[in-house]
């Protein structure tokens, strides 16, 4: 879920922009503000993927305001001029608006901020290079390099390294999501494998690191696809 906020100092704007957010199931119009400085102080405090952004307000220009957001703060431009849409750019915004902003348009600037908003969650993702688990009391880092498969236990999840394993109270499921999709495959509804460690490939198994791991045809197609 992508989570906006909405900058504009005319509270028509925000009706609009409101009406059409709810259409969208993606997104999460969570505030709106008539003052950009009020806006920064929530954005400081306050998770924000994409923000609509009024150009010519009073004390602070949404020029200026984008100006002031980190890489991770999308900006989608909305205004009733045309001619501040190369500056708008020229701060990488997502996109340009221009009022008054139909659905179809306002539709496709949400998704092309979902597009590089999941870009930017896989980039992040890429570049770390472990996770912390919780082992009883304590959390435990598992290094990606070191993990060599993950199986399902009821509701746990055994984490296996080259020299140690962690057991850990979380799903298949949801650990899948914290791990790399380019280093990390589902092979069967109980089993995560390192991508790196794969050995051999049979009909019914895979060897990871001396170990089989049971290959379900659920997953094998999409395994297969995965390593071409």
């Not at 969208?24 to 102080?41: E, M, N, Q, V």
């Not at 009022?99 to 348009?105: D, G, L, M, Y």
């Not at 070191?146 to 020299?163: F, G, M, P, Q, R």
Request: charged share 25%; glycine share 2%.
């Amino acid at each position: 879920m992508i989570k906006v906020i909405t900058v504009d100092d005319e509270p028509v704007a925000h009706d609009i922009i409101r009406a059409h957010a709810e259409k969208i199931p993606f997104i999460s119009l969570d505030a709106t503000f008539l003052s950009a400085t009020d806006a920064l102080l929530y954005i400081k405090n306050n998770r924000v993927d994409l923000v609509f952004l009024d150009i010519a307000m009073p004390d602070l220009s949404g020029i200026e305001f984008a100006s002031m957001l980190n890489l991770e703060n999308q900006v989608v431009f909305t205004t009733a001029y045309p001619e501040y849409a190369l500056k708008g750019f020229e701060l990488a915004a997502t996109d340009y608006l221009l009022k008054p902003i139909n659905f179809t348009r306002f539709l496709k600037a949400c998704q092309l901020a979902e597009r590089r908003f999941q870009a930017h969650e896989v980039k992040k993702r890429q570049e770390e290079d472990a996770l912390f688990v919780k082992d009883g009391h304590d959390w435990v880092q598992i290094k990606f390099s070191n993990l060599v498969y993950a199986k399902a236990e009821d509701n746990y999840v055994d984490l296996h390294e080259t020299d140690k394993h962690t057991l850990t109270r979380i799903t298949l499921t949801e650990l899948q999501t914290k791990l790399p999709a380019d280093q990390f495959l589902r092979v069967h509804k109980s089993f995560i494998i390192s991508r790196q460690k794969i050995e051999r490939i049979e009909k019914h198994q895979v060897i990871v690191a001396g170990k089989k791991i049971p290959l379900s045809k659920l997953y094998r197609d999409q395994l297969m696809q995965n390593l071409g």
